[in-house]
């Protein structure tokens, strides 16, 4: 699905336009005009369609006139992980726009696609992490407790629709 954008003039008198990429964008800009024939130069900029992960990498890119090319590029090349992970990394991890590296979205954000903390606990289990159990005992698990210990260095979000278990680094 095509990305599609608005450039808002913050000028009340000028009129904006829709954009689906970088070059659209200066193209029209240069010839945006307000209603006494003066130069625009400042816009907002919105987001108006395309696919609801999109949506959320918008809000966490916080869209602006100066890196709204960079949103568009990361939005043609970036997977459906990369983004999620940029969205939590900024969202929820507390780090700016500016601080975000490919080391970062590739190290510091865990990902799980369980719908709760049990989940993945169950799953922490089955793949070993608390060691070889006997299978005699694998009923005597408590799957709530370890979820609730869990919840000291995982939390739970939803993006796009999709429930994720997330732990930053």
Same mark, same amino acid.
């Given at each position: 699905?095509?990305?599609?954008?608005?450039?808002?003039?913050?000028?009340?008198?000028?009129?904006?336009?829709?954009?689906d990429?970088?070059?659209?964008?200066?193209?029209k800009?240069?010839?945006?005009?307000?209603?006494?024939?003066?130069? =625009?130069?400042?816009?907002?900029?919105?987001?108006?369609?395309?696919?609801?992960?999109?949506?959320?990498?918008?809000?966490?890119?916080?869209?602006?006139?100066?890196n709204?090319?960079?949103?568009?590029?990361?939005?043609?090349?970036?997977?459906?992980?990369?983004?999620?992970?940029?969205?939590?990394?900024?969202?929820?991890?507390?780090?700016?726009?500016?601080?975000?590296?490919?080391?970062?979205?590739?190290?510091? =954000?865990?990902?799980?696609? =369980?719908?709760?903390?049990?989940?993945?606990?169950?799953?922490?289990?089955?793949?070993?992490?608390?060691?070889?159990?006997?299978e005699s005992?694998?009923?005597?698990?408590?799957?709530?407790?370890?979820?609730?210990?869990?919840?000291?260095?995982?939390s739970?979000?939803?993006?796009?629709?999709?429930?994720?278990?997330?732990?930053?680094?």
């Open positions: 699905m095509t990305t599609t954008l608005y450039a808002q003039p913050y000028d009340i008198s000028a009129t904006g336009f829709y954009f990429t970088a070059e659209q964008y200066h193209a800009a240069t010839k945006a005009v307000n209603d006494y024939g003066q130069r =625009v130069e400042e816009f907002e900029i919105q987001f108006i369609d395309g696919d609801e992960i999109d949506v959320a990498l918008t809000k966490a890119w916080e869209l602006n006139q100066d709204f090319g960079k949103y568009l590029e990361a939005v043609d090349e970036w997977d459906e992980d990369r983004k999620q992970r940029y969205v939590i990394a900024v969202g929820e991890c507390g780090y700016s726009h500016g601080q975000v590296t490919d080391d970062l979205l590739d190290d510091g =954000v865990d990902i799980y696609r =369980v719908d709760t903390l049990k989940e993945l606990a169950e799953q922490f289990v089955d793949d070993g992490l608390f060691g070889e159990i006997p005992l694998q009923n005597y698990i408590d799957f709530d407790a370890i979820a609730r210990d869990l919840a000291l260095d995982y739970e979000t939803t993006i796009a629709g999709e429930r994720l278990i997330y732990a930053c680094r």
